[in-house]
């Protein structure tokens, strides 16, 4: 049988409604025969209601993405969300249209749908899924968890994302999400980024999702889902670290709140609104044209400092386009923005990049600007008197590009750092980085986690972090690796 349209359902739902209270103005038996039929009839309606209102939502969600793109191929991104609400959904199809937008082809199912084939088919896959009860998966998942995570697969082809959805007040956070990760790097497959949190809708954690869709993509400048709620910080030193290196020039950049409390723990993300640069805002001066005069998107950087330093400290990188003019984020700091004016500015808590609070060996590894988020870790435990730190650090040229120099020197001298080894890579004729290093040490790391070790990495991503992380599978073991994961004693910054 047909169903009856959204808005006729609709309808004869308040139809029955009105009768139903209309027939207590009637009396005896066949009040209460006439009652009883109503409410049945009236609450079936709703029902209908409910399920076709829910089914026009979906088919609104997914209005946008032609046919074409509904067909995953090894070219396309696929997309798949496990949705108790609906909400997983709704991000899913978010994530879509933003990737689709910056032309990439994209393919989106619910998890239950995903095949064994498509599986061993797909290339990329982001997964989208909500945890519901005591960690478990949604019903739209129940078909996947059972047919697939209870096998074995070869996906040593396929590159992944999560993005966990959940609630924080429940114990089991985010628990499917965590298990499905875990699940597919038991598989062998391999993560284009770590598993990002997402706490009962959690805006900020959705932008940094939106930030690595825009680092695979290759198109960052697209607009922000959700403004963050900047606070105004006064910009107040500016310091060229590395001048003469082969490299981009990297800032020392220090500001300090207009008002209020310097509150932040060592792994945290500040999260800057950049502006147009002068001259771009007096060239399109009453322009009508929103695309190009709007707001621009949020940028990201690890915090360098601890609240006991007084000021909050990033360390930046100058980037260029391919056409040479400044990024969006750096030129603004680097740049264009002048010292004692008003930043915006947001502090964003990152769980995922905290050390455990006992004190316990620390190994910090990192490149380039990615000694800012280490350099936090370092200083926030020569505070606590935990002295077991050991820096693997690199970069291009000792003479231009060794960062904070007297600092780390300093702390090697009285007992907070207990190993370093930098790697300056243009220093000889052979290239050399951290990973290179580890492998020396490796002996010595083993060591060190025997000895319930805990291991940050902080740097590039493409390059860096994947060069560390196949490093640290050869010295440490896959599994035991994933053992420190799932433990949190292997966490990651990487960008």
Same mark, same amino acid.
Not at 80 to 93: F, V
Not at 252 to 261: S, Y
């Given at each position: 049988?047909?169903? =009856? ?27 209460? /025969? ?81 095949? =064994?084939?498509?599986? %061993? ?49 429940? %114990? ?29 809708? /959690? ?11 825009? $680092? ?90 601890? =609240? ?32 004692? %004016? ?15 609070? %006992? ?134 910054? $990487?960008?």
């Amino acid at each position: 049988m047909r169903l =009856p349209s959204l808005r006729l359902t609709g309808i004869l739902c308040l139809a029955f409604t009105i009768l139903f209270i209309l027939s207590f103005f009637w009396h005896g038996a066949v009040q209460r /025969d006439l009652s009883a039929g109503l409410l049945l009839v009236g609450y079936l309606s709703f029902c209908v209601w409910t399920g076709l209102k829910h089914k026009d939502s979906q088919s609104r969600s997914m209005q946008g993405f032609p046919a074409e793109l509904q067909r995953h191929d090894q070219d396309s991104i696929l997309i798949t969300y496990a949705s108790q609400t609906g909400y997983a959904e709704q991000i899913a199809i978010k994530t879509a249209m933003h990737l689709q937008k910056a032309g990439m082809g994209i393919a989106v199912c619910a998890l239950g749908a995903i095949q =064994p084939a498509q599986l %061993q088919k797909a290339q990329r896959m982001l997964f989208v899924v909500s945890t519901t009860g005591e960690g478990d998966a949604p019903d739209n998942a129940a078909a996947f968890t059972r047919r697939l995570m209870n096998q074995t697969l070869d996906l040593s082809h396929l590159s992944f994302s999560v993005l966990a959805l959940g609630d924080r007040h429940y %114990q089991q956070f985010c628990a499917f999400g965590h298990r499905l990760a875990h699940w597919l790097r038991q598989q062998q497959a391999q993560c284009l980024f770590d598993l990002i949190e997402v706490d009962n809708g /959690d805006e900020g954690a959705l932008r940094h999702w939106q930030h690595y869709l825009g $680092v695979i993509s290759g198109h960052t400048e697209m607009s922000d889902w959700s403004k963050p709620g900047y606070q105004d910080w006064i910009l107040t030193e500016r310091e060229l670290l590395n001048p003469g290196s082969l490299g981009g020039p990297a800032y020392r950049i220090a500001c300090r709140p207009a008002n209020g409390e310097l509150i932040w723990a060592a792994g945290d993300i500040a999260e800057i609104e950049p502006q147009h640069p002068p001259a771009y805002q007096a060239n399109t001066a009453g322009t009508q044209d929103q695309t190009t005069t709007g707001p621009l998107p949020h940028r990201e950087y690890s915090i360098s400092s601890i =609240p006991a330093d007084g000021k909050l400290e990033l360390l930046v990188r100058q980037m260029r386009r391919p056409d040479g003019s400044l990024g969006i984020g750096s030129g603004w700091l680097t740049e264009y923005a002048q010292v004692g %004016q008003t930043l915006g500015l947001r502090l964003r808590e990152n769980r995922n990049f905290h050390t455990p609070a %006992q004190d316990i060996p620390l190994i910090l590894i990192g490149n380039g600007t990615g000694l800012a988020g280490l350099r936090a870790h370092i200083k926030a435990r020569a505070a606590r008197h935990q002295l077991r730190n050991w820096l693997f650090f690199g970069e291009r040229q000792q003479a231009h590009d060794y960062f904070h120099r007297n600092e780390i020197q300093a702390w090697q001298q009285t007992g907070v750092l207990s190993r370093l080894d930098l790697c300056f890579s243009r220093d000889q004729e052979e290239r050399r980085y951290v990973q290179h290093a580890m492998l020396e040490q490796a002996g010595e790391i083993l060591s060190w986690v025997d000895q319930g070790t805990a291991i940050l990495v902080c740097g590039s991503l493409q390059g860096m972090a994947e060069e560390v992380h196949a490093t640290l599978n050869i010295i440490l073991g896959a599994e035991r690796l994933e053992q420190m994961t799932e433990q949190h004693l292997y966490r990651r910054d $990487v960008y």
